[in-house]
């Protein structure tokens, strides 16, 4: 058996850092922002939802590891 409070922890990480990863891409591809871009003008804004899509993919890293080491914990701690 897995930890639960383990479990709804890495739950929420991975649920909130998908939509704070995600949706600021979405709605920077509707103000216009392409795919694999190597610059963009400094004037359109859209830096901070960059930065808020990268602090959505740190939680969604915190998710896997919490999983990760649930399972390491469940495996090696109680055999």
């Not at 897995?2 to 479990?7: A, H, M, Q």
């Not at 709804?8 to 694999?36: D, H």
Request: net charge positive; with cysteine; aromatic share 18%.
């Amino acid at each position: 058996m897995l930890d639960e409070r383990l479990g709804k922890r890495a739950f929420w990480l991975w649920l909130s850092g998908y939509f704070v990863a995600f949706i600021p891409l979405y709605l920077l591809g509707l103000m216009g922002a392409t795919r694999r871009l190597d610059h963009y003008p400094a004037a359109t804004g859209w830096q901070p939802l960059y930065i808020t899509s990268v602090i959505g993919l740190c939680l969604i890293f915190c998710a896997l590891f919490t999983q990760i080491y649930q399972i390491i914990v469940m495996k090696y701690m109680h055999p």
